[in-house]
């Protein structure tokens, strides 16, 4: 009886406790995506809010949107986060959120507040991808995407998909950003989005009814970061030169002339399956040089240059093509980098790690140093199929014709 | 002085009349108690009397051997003499039935009557026959009705512990299988049989359960259900530490494993002890049916007895507590199934499985004719009408119903009860803590389960303690080829604990070369 009287005494600590922190799944509202900018002195916070109603197959009325966007705004983050409630009858939800897009004028103010916050707090998570925006990054998140539902998703499979097809851009979690933040060179580099197209935004369900929507998002530039501000940008295809230099190339398109050098027209191309980058940096003369080593393989995708492929000397000779392209592709890239003095390369965490020592009085100055050192690039590229036929079509036509 | 007398025993009165009259006293004149008298041509001046109790003999026999012999039956000339001789020579010379007994107080006359032996008693003997007549109607040995297999015998246990016992002991057939029969229940004096395998059993063991059934003072057992919560190890235990079975095949297989099975009188359940925990979760079937499958089957039983114990209270937790470690796409699809769901998330499961559990009990207790009528309300009404209402969500429904289903799977019934009973803990723990509450449950469970004994056995052996035969686990998860199991699987002291040569791999290639 004692021991049933304890039990039950037990039992009814237990009822005290309440539920918790439990959160009923319709008590919160899910944040797919968030944007910050900077305005008149305040930061503006903008959530773009699953509207799990018009998703669901079962009740989702094809007439309204996903998601609802609205914005917040306040002297710090945490505050205009809270000021939400005054406009939202839920709880916000940071957990899922796939996507944080930093408005150019917030970027270039200092993203450090943003970062201080996500270090902090255990609801938002480092896994986000972190972009930037040109202009207003509330105008991003009100575009609705053709095909995916919720246009944070959107953008964070955008990403996804870019690095591991095309790779001119890669992924920049808040991880990634906050790891190379608080590394040797304090720099990082975040893909920008900007709208493309005329006219007003794609923002109601009634435009993606056309099959062309009249704006976009699409993935533009590489914004380099310095400290925690953004210097400056890199386009496209110098970003590219990036990612083949910092060994981020997962898989890519590398189009390439008959001839080389910069006039000609590259009129061929090669899918790169594999692809790595060795760097080893030396100290020469009070410089630094850094010596980098790519090695490729890839399969010859298309090709209208002279020349038989099934006789194993020519394909060589392509290869070495290619070889250049590679090179000429980082040189390029790492030209773009150096004008800007930022180094978004890991050159100087390499340096770091390497040699500890020359680091230390390397660091306080690297900012004059970094310009000065020199790239030496070595590449090595394989083609493992050069597909199913031999001379290009015109050639093999004119032989055919001819014979 | 009386209470003396009565505990060696009325003795029987050399005088017929007396005797049928004390036994119809006893009796209450009973209306199906039987009492013909007659005489012989033999000793015409000499009464004999038979007694029995329709119903539980077989009046056939009754006719055939003991009557009609009797009324023509010559005896030697002394017989006559004395009352002794006359039953004596009827034994010896009369009745043709195998069992004859003899007895001299009441009480005892009165014990085998019940159990179905017809009472003969001549004028001047102080002593009655009786002969083993019993019969009457009894179930055919049929079809088990509550653990059915595709492959395998298709016999099942009946109510009558002697036709059980012969079940075992057709597919045994060994001298080593001993029987020994105990009488329990101060009233219905059920035949409690204990069976075991001598020579390869723990006699220790044996021991014990005799003592454990010696120690039981009941008026009557009316099912082995009464026996097991007597005999078993731990009473406040929602696990069942003794196996349940109506298989003669399974009682045989658990009887060369080395265990002890008892069979009750009136109960087609057969009791087996000692159990572990990871024996409810072999079937019979697993051992004739290829390994390969019978161990991914086997797998099958072990995940669905853990989601028919966490899976609701899985999903409260993850939805009112955990909503990150949901893939986005999942959440939101929830989150829209949620909307405008007026419970909490556990109150909505409480309330679904309840409802289930009702309906379970339901379709088990009600007749069977409106049967089909469970089924259109519970398919119906209580799952697409209340999603469709509004009241609970369409993913509680499908929890609920997998639930339901993976509970369904568990060879042992007695085994898929304590899961069903335990969920309904762990899902408040969940609603209250959720992950930690269900970590905290599991603990305890586990805590609690290696606590248990079942006849001395660890509960949780082969795995806690650290067994003493290496590699006796291998035998729990994986249903190994037959020439591979060498080892009998408990890991008690068996007398023989190898049930097989080693080394006994089919070669590859049998057939002839030529």
């Known amino acids: ?403 | 002085m009386s209470e003396i007398k009565q505990a060696a025993g009325t003795p029987l009165s050399a005088s017929v009349q007396a005797n049928v009259h004390a036994v119809n006293a006893r009796f209450g004149s009973s209306s199906d108690l039987v009492v013909r008298l007659f005489r012989s041509d033999a000793a015409p001046e000499r009464v004999i009397a038979l007694l029995y109790i329709c119903g539980l003999v077989e009046t056939d026999t009754i006719n055939e051997s003991i009557i009609a012999p009797m009324m023509a039956m010559e005896l030697p000339p002394y017989a006559e003499e004395k009352g002794d001789l006359l039953l004596e020579s009827m034994r010896a010379c009369v009745v043709p039935v195998s069992s004859v007994k003899d007895v001299t107080t009441l009480e005892e006359a009165l014990q085998y009557m019940t159990d179905g032996r017809c009472l003969l008693m001549a004028d001047g003997s102080a002593m009655a026959l009786l002969a083993d007549v019993s019969g009457g109607n009894q179930r055919s040995v049929g079809i088990p009705q509550t653990q059915t297999v595709i492959r395998g015998p298709q016999r099942g246990f009946v109510e009558d512990v002697q036709t059980n016992v012969s079940l075992v002991r057709r597919i045994i057939r060994s001298s080593d299988l001993h029987v020994q029969t105990h009488k329990i229940g101060e009233q219905t004096h059920s035949n409690v049989a204990v069976l075991y395998l001598n020579g390869v059993v723990d006699p220790s063991i044996v021991k014990e359960v005799y003592r454990r059934l010696a120690d039981i003072d009941i008026d009557g057992v009316l099912e082995s259900g009464y026996i097991e919560e007597f005999i078993q190890d731990e009473s406040f235990t929602m696990f069942p530490t003794m196996m349940n079975t109506e298989r003669p095949d399974t009682v045989a297989a658990s009887l060369l494993e080395g265990r002890v099975a008892i069979l009750v009188d009136g109960s087609p359940i057969a009791l087996i002890a000692p159990t572990t925990f990871f024996s409810f979760f072999d079937s019979p079937e697993d051992y004739y049916q290829r390994f390969d499958i019978a161990t991914f089957i086997r797998m099958i039983r072990y995940v669905a007895y853990v989601i028919s114990m966490v899976f609701p209270a899985f999903y409260i937790a993850i939805t009112t507590f955990h909503q990150e470690m949901l893939p986005t796409t999942l959440l939101i699809s929830l989150a829209a199934q949620r909307e405008g769901v007026p419970f909490p998330g556990l109150v909505e499961a409480l309330l679904m499985e309840t409802t289930f559990e009702v309906l379970r009990e339901a379709g088990l207790r009600m007749p069977r004719a409106i049967g089909p009528a469970i089924s259109i309300v519970g398919a119906l009404v209580l799952g697409q009408s209340a999603v469709q209402a509004g009241i609970v969500s369409a993913g509680m429904v499908i929890v609920v119903s997998f639930t339901a289903i993976s509970n369904f799977v568990m060879p042992e019934f007695n085994m898929a009860g304590t899961s069903r009973t335990i969920r309904f803990g762990i899902m408040i723990m969940a609603g209250l803590f959720g992950f930690l509450g269900i970590f905290l449950s599991v603990l305890f469970i586990m805590v609690h389960l290696a606590s248990l004994r079942s006849f001395g056995v660890p509960y949780m052996s082969p795995f806690a303690p650290k067994p003493k035969k290496a590699g006796i686990w291998r035998g729990v998860f994986i249903r190994k080829p037959w020439w591979s199991i060498v080892l009998r699987p408990m890991d008690t002291n068996l007398r023989n604990p190898k049930r097989q040569g080693s080394g006994r791999r089919p070669p590859a290639q049998r057939h002839s070369r030529q």
């Not at chain 1, 002297?75 to 406009?87: G, L, Q, V």
């Not at chain 1, 986000?128 to 925006?133: A, E, G, N, R, T």
């Not at chain 1, 090695?295 to 290869?319: H, I, Q, R």
């Open chain 1, 1 to 403: 009886m004692r021991t049933m009287r304890g039990l039950l005494c037990c039992l009814l600590l237990l009822l005290q406790t309440g539920c918790w922190n439990r959160v009923e799944l319709n008590d919160v509202a899910i944040i797919s995506a968030t944007g910050v900018d900077w305005q008149n002195g305040k930061w503006v916070l903008s959530y773009q809010v699953v509207i799990p109603k018009a998703i669901s197959s079962q009740s989702g009325e094809s007439g309204s949107a996903a998601v609802n966007v609205f914005s917040t705004t306040g002297d710090n983050f945490r505050i205009a986060i809270s000021k939400a409630s005054e406009e939202t009858s839920r709880r916000l939800y940071f957990s899922h959120n796939q996507v944080v897009i930093i408005g150019e004028s917030a970027a270039r103010k200092g993203m450090g507040p943003l970062l201080e916050s996500y270090l902090r707090n255990h609801d938002s998570r480092e896994t986000v991808s972190m972009f930037l925006s040109k202009g207003s990054a509330r105008r991003m998140l009100e575009q609705l995407v053709p095909l995916e539902q919720i246009p944070g998703a959107a953008i964070q499979r955008m990403i996804a998909n870019e690095e591991h097809g095309s790779s001119a851009f890669r992924q920049m979690t808040a991880n990634d950003v906050l790891m190379e933040l608080l590394g040797s060179a304090q720099a990082t580099s975040i893909p920008g989005l900007v709208i493309a197209g005329e006219g007003e935004g794609t923002d109601s369900v009634g435009m993606l009814g056309k099959t062309t929507t009249p704006t976009k998002v699409r993935l533009s530039e590489l914004g380099l970061i310095q400290g925690d501000k953004l210097v400056g940008w890199i386009d496209d295809e110098q970003s590219r030169g990036l990612m083949w230099l910092t060994n981020h190339i997962n898989k890519t398109t590398l189009s390439f002339s008959c001839a080389g050098g910069s006039k000609s027209r590259a009129s061929s191309s090669a899918k790169i399956l594999t692809a790595s980058t060795k760097l080893t940096p030396e100290h020469v003369d009070g410089k630094w040089l850094i010596k980098a080593k790519v090695e490729a393989t890839g399969l010859l995708m298309e090709y209208n240059c002279p020349g038989d492929l099934s006789k194993p000397a020519e394909v060589e000779k392509l290869e070495r093509r290619i070889e250049e392209e590679i090179k000429a592709v980082i040189a390029e890239g790492w030209e773009a980098v150096r004008k800007q003095g930022v180094d978004v390369t890991g050159f100087g965490t390499l340096i770091h790690k390497r040699y500890p020592k020359l680091w230390k009085q390397a660091s306080a100055d690297w900012k004059e140093l970094f310009p000065k050192t020199e790239l030496e690039v070595e590449a090595r590229m394989k083609l493992n199929s050069t597909g199913m036929s031999g001379r290009n079509f015109k050639d093999a036509q004119k032989k055919a014709g001819g014979g």
